[in-house]
């Protein structure tokens, strides 16, 4: 929630479902409400029939609550604490526009693909022009950014590396010609899986221009034993 765009936007899980006629206390983890701001009691209307226009005109200034996520509070148990219900700052429905819920879908990995790939070419041979033409003769270089927790738990700032492939001498230097464009991803690739500070949270899948995999998909211990099982 947020009164401004581009605030900070306050996150309440509501897996647990609407609950009407409870102490905010009383919500277990997940569950949420409706309350008066001066008040402890969950409003009874029900939540599926509520809209925008009886809102603003039979109900006045509202406060989201969910139940604590913890199940315990060290702290103690009559002032708050750890277990103390979650709740938003006060709502005037009157200025909400729309009441929205989203379903939960299964986590998924974030996966980018550069160039041609089974992710947006699903039907195998690229069409004439997708496939990017890497030349003879010339460096190539592609840049990751990391950025998120994990990230930041770990450099205290985002990371980012340069990675370079070089697509070695031209038969003719005067006509360069077009080569194997997977000889290029893999170099990529290995700079990137050679790299302390991008290797440990990524995994790299590399396709030719088939669209058939080459070799495994890469992470930083599959990587490592290929490495140890050449040498």
């Not at 947020?2 to 569950?31: E, I, R, S, W």
């Not at 402890?40 to 006045?60: F, Q």
């Not at 899948?205 to 669209?211: P, R």
Request: include cysteine; aromatic fraction near 10%.
């Amino acid at each position: 929630m947020a009164y401004f765009n581009h605030a900070f936007n306050k996150v309440f899980l509501g897996t647990g479902g609407y609950t009407a006629g409870a102490n905010p206390q009383a919500l277990t983890p997940t569950q949420f409400g409706l309350i008066a701001p001066n008040q402890g009691n969950i409003l009874t209307a029900n939540y599926t029939t509520i809209s925008t226009v009886n809102l603003a005109t039979t109900v006045g200034p509202l406060v989201l609550v969910s139940g604590g996520l913890y199940q315990r509070d060290k702290i103690g148990p009559f002032h708050g604490g750890y277990d103390e219900s979650n709740k938003s700052k006060i709502i005037n429905p009157k200025y909400v526009s729309s009441i929205q819920y989203v379903p939960p879908v299964a986590a998924q990995q974030h996966t980018i693909s550069v160039g041609v790939t089974p992710a947006n070419n699903p039907g195998g041979t690229p069409a004439a022009g997708c496939q990017k033409d890497f030349m003879c003769g010339e460096n190539y270089y592609l840049r990751v950014d990391l950025k998120g927790s994990p990230e930041l738990r770990f450099l205290s700032r985002n990371s980012y590396y340069t990675a370079m492939a070089y697509t070695g001498c031209c038969a003719n230097p005067t006509s360069p010609t077009p080569v194997d464009p997977t000889t290029v991803y893999i170099q990529w690739a290995k700079a990137l899986m050679d790299s302390p500070l991008i290797a440990p949270f990524i995994s790299i899948s590399i396709y030719n221009t088939a669209n058939n995999l080459v070799g495994v998909a890469y992470n930083k211990t599959t990587y490592d034993a290929a490495v140890a099982a050449a040498s």
